[in-house]
């Protein structure tokens, strides 16, 4: 026994001592108080046990990264943005009439890219929508297609994809592929050497281009990106695999939403992909325009007389110079006069857009959100449980939906606008990961939009304040244990 405690002793003092660095290192380096407090208590209170998750997650933020990539942004936007910034950069009329000419100014300067007018942007629910339609696109695509997605999964789904870029790409049509090399870390090296054999351009998003910091697993790519020719584009929340057609349980039904995008917003989207594309591979992609006699054909259809939706794309990340995505929301939530419904399958959020959800009812703004009823991260999911508790005593209605696992992430503004896209109402959309959010500006969109969140709701369970009051005590503490992680989950 004195043996070991010889040689455990000075274990146990060197983890204490590491946990005392590594906080001073947290408080010296994270972005936000709260997180900083998060890691330094942990840290030096329970070394064993933190130490290595924070070599992995704890950083926020590195020498040089955020610095090099805000450069490389800033230069692509002065240099290589696309003209309909310049030809429509002032056509925000409607948004300036529906949230105000303030609102409008600061959404665009947050997100670098104007409202544009001319769109329509229909909800796809679910996944064999979803996919039915990206499949669609991508058999009639002429030219090129740009796929990213933060997880690709070497499954049935999967292989439907695969197939389908590598007969276009066979065909001549260009095919860019981004995947995160963090979310997709199981995709198997033939998954990745099929498509390349068939001439697809492959990449995956490293946080990094040189192999430092190769420990990072903060900085994640979570957009989820389809467009074809420049014409369709598709954002939102599903990821390839086949859970989310629903094919996983206990998580199934998996309900999603993504949205496809006709018209110049298309552009925006497309460059969103530039910029994380140039990152990883320091080149741009080749992009022909439309054809002008195929322009000419979709002005004249049908559908074109219904082109008449404004959109902001809203790309946010870790390297932005404000927290765009902590503000986009703040934002949408104080112009609702109203209503503010969200939907969302993490309720972790920060400080400002927490105050910003307590305002609004006080204005008395109908603030709902709907959130999952079936776990898939668990201490996630117990933090979630205490911020609906708090959200119920501040007077937010919180709705639990129950047949299956719930990930979309939408906002609804009243009857004007409604945002669709990959962010999640918690820190690590807000300050750790790429993300995009489509806001549009339409009675018509946002009337479908409400339709689709009443049925969710219709479905769903409104909670009050006994799911947190009859918990056991057991669970009543892993829940205030999991809220400290609150700035690192």
């Known amino acids: 026994m004195q043996f070991d405690l010889l040689h455990v002793g000075p274990l146990v003092a060197l983890a204490h001592i590491l946990g005392i660095i590594a906080a001073c290192h947290a408080i010296l380096h994270t972005r936000t108080s709260q997180g900083a407090i998060a890691w330094a208590v942990s840290l030096v209170a329970m070394p064993y046990l933190t130490l290595v998750p924070y070599l992995f997650l704890g950083r926020s933020k590195f020498a040089g990264y955020a610095d090099a990539r805000r450069v490389e942004n800033e230069l692509l936007r002065t240099r290589a943005h696309p003209q309909e910034w310049d030809t429509q950069a002032s056509s925000a009329g409607l948004p300036t009439q529906q949230l105000g000419a303030r609102l409008v100014q600061s959404l665009t300067r947050l997100g670098g890219m104007p409202f544009l007018s001319g769109n329509t942007v229909r909800t796809l629910v679910n996944g064999t929508a979803t996919f039915e339609a990206i499949f669609e696109a991508i058999e009639n695509a002429r030219r090129y297609v740009i796929v990213q997605f933060f997880i690709v999964r070497d499954d049935e789904l999967g292989d439907m994809l695969k197939d389908a870029l590598i007969a276009k790409a066979q065909q001549g049509v260009r095919v860019y592929f981004l995947y995160d090399s963090i979310g997709s870390?199981?995709?198997?090296?033939?998954?990745?050497?099929?498509?390349?054999?068939?001439?697809?351009?492959?990449?995956?998003?490293?946080?990094?281009?040189?192999?430092?910091?190769?420990?990072?697993?903060?900085?994640?790519?979570?957009?989820?990106?389809?467009?074809?020719?420049?014409?369709?584009?598709?954002?939102?929340?599903?990821?390839?695999?086949?859970?989310?057609?629903?094919?996983?349980?206990?998580?199934?039904?998996?309900?999603?939403?993504?949205?496809?995008?006709?018209?110049?917003?298309?552009?925006?989207?497309?460059?969103?992909?530039?910029?994380?594309?140039?990152?990883?591979?320091q080149q741009l992609p080749e992009f022909d325009p439309p054809a002008a006699e195929t322009a000419g054909e979709t002005a004249g259809s049908a559908e074109s007389t219904a082109r008449h939706m404004h959109c902001l794309v809203m790309p946010s990340g870790p390297a932005d110079r404000q927290e765009t995505c902590s503000l986009f929301f703040v934002e949408a939530i104080n112009a609702a006069r109203e209503r503010i419904w969200i939907t969302t399958p993490y309720l972790v959020p920060d400080e400002a857009v927490f105050s910003?959800?307590?305002?609004?009812?006080?204005?008395?703004?109908?603030?709902?959100?709907?959130?999952?009823?079936?776990?898939?991260?668990?201490?996630?999911?117990?933090?979630?449980?205490?911020?609906?508790?708090?959200?119920?005593?501040?007077?937010?209605?919180?709705?639990?939906?129950?047949?299956?696992?719930?990930?979309?992430?939408?906002?609804?503004?009243?009857?004007?606008?409604?945002?669709?896209?990959?962010?999640?109402?918690?820190?690590?959309?807000?300050?750790?990961?790429?993300?995009?959010?489509?806001?549009?500006?339409?009675?018509?969109?946002?009337?479908?939009?409400?339709?689709?969140?009443?049925?969710?709701?219709?479905?769903?369970?409104?909670?009050?304040?006994?799911?947190?009051?009859?918990?056991?005590?057991?669970?009543?503490?892993?829940?205030?244990?999991?809220?400290?992680?609150?700035?690192?989950?």
């Not at 991260?377 to 117990?382: I, P, S």
């Open 185 to 281: 870390f199981d995709l198997p090296h033939r998954y990745v050497a099929a498509l390349r054999a068939a001439g697809v351009e492959v990449h995956p998003f490293a946080t990094n281009r040189r192999f430092v910091n190769r420990l990072q697993l903060n900085f994640r790519n979570h957009r989820k990106i389809v467009s074809v020719d420049g014409e369709r584009a598709f954002v939102g929340g599903h990821n390839v695999g086949v859970e989310y057609l629903g094919a996983k349980p206990p998580l199934s039904p998996w309900r999603d939403t993504h949205i496809e995008v006709r018209g110049p917003a298309v552009a925006s989207i497309q460059f969103v992909f530039i910029e994380d594309w140039y990152w990883a591979t």
């Open 356 to 489: 910003a959800l307590r305002l609004a009812v006080l204005r008395g703004v109908d603030v709902r959100i709907l959130i999952p009823s079936r776990r898939d991260h668990l201490v996630v999911f117990a933090a979630s449980k205490l911020y609906a508790y708090d959200s119920l005593r501040a007077g937010i209605r919180i709705f639990r939906y129950q047949p299956g696992f719930l990930h979309q992430k939408v906002v609804l503004i009243d009857s004007a606008a409604a945002a669709i896209g990959s962010a999640n109402l918690d820190n690590r959309s807000f300050r750790l990961n790429f993300e995009i959010m489509v806001l549009t500006v339409d009675r018509g969109f946002a009337l479908e939009v409400e339709t689709m969140l009443l049925n969710d709701f219709a479905e769903s369970r409104e909670i009050d304040r006994n799911e947190y009051r009859q918990a056991s005590a057991l669970r009543r503490m892993l829940m205030h244990v999991a809220r400290l992680f609150a700035p690192i989950l």
